[in-house]
């Protein structure tokens, strides 16, 4: 399979396809898995849009080594994926690293972290949800950065600067 597995969650509007993308240049960098979604694909991510249907015939013929739904929506990862390169990173749901990391147990997490006040204006911004769920969105991140912070240490980026900023931080800390 791979060498080297990784997994990057944090929030919607947290800076992880930024942190992807801004990873690209770098030689050594882990290879993005392409996530299989049921919603429209976002040009900023790595990803294959598919119906609701085709989803689950995927999943039920076996195609996916992970997946998830989170926000009204289906995530999937092809096993095929992890074989593309000898590090990849998956970006996650923060509610499926347990089972992700069952999956993979040597598999090391990576998460960002972000201000309310900015990840606020960055959900805004984006103009998917309510107010309301803007909200939601908000205190169950606080919640989830808590529980991630305690159960499994790994890497923590803090988004407090530019996307490449980020992607070097990270890439000392793989030590690549």
Not at 25 to 36: D, G, L, Q
Not at 64 to 88: C, P, Q
Not at 104 to 113: D, G, R, S, V, Y
Not at 139 to 153: D, F, H, I, T, V
């Amino acid at each position: 399979m791979v060498a080297r597995l990784l997994y990057l969650c944090a929030p919607s509007g947290a800076g992880k396809d930024a942190l992807l993308t801004a990873l690209k240049p770098f030689p050594n960098a882990p290879y993005a898995a392409v996530r299989t979604i049921t919603r429209p694909a976002d040009v900023t991510e790595a990803s294959e849009p598919v119906t609701e249907m085709e989803f689950w015939q995927l999943k039920k013929r076996g195609v996916f080594v992970f997946d998830w739904s989170a926000n009204g929506f289906l995530y999937g990862i092809r096993a095929t994926e992890l074989t593309k390169a000898e590090t990849v990173i998956i970006n996650g749901s923060r509610a499926y690293w347990p089972t992700a990391k069952s999956l993979f147990p040597n598999m090391q997490l990576i998460t960002i972290e972000v201000p309310d006040a900015v990840l606020k204006e960055r959900l805004e911004a984006r103009g998917r949800e309510s107010e309301f769920e803007i909200y939601a969105r908000l205190r169950r991140n606080r919640q989830l950065a808590e529980s991630l912070r305690l159960e499994a240490p790994g890497i923590t980026l803090i988004n407090d600067r530019t996307p490449h900023d980020m992607a070097v931080d990270l890439m000392e800390h793989l030590g690549c």
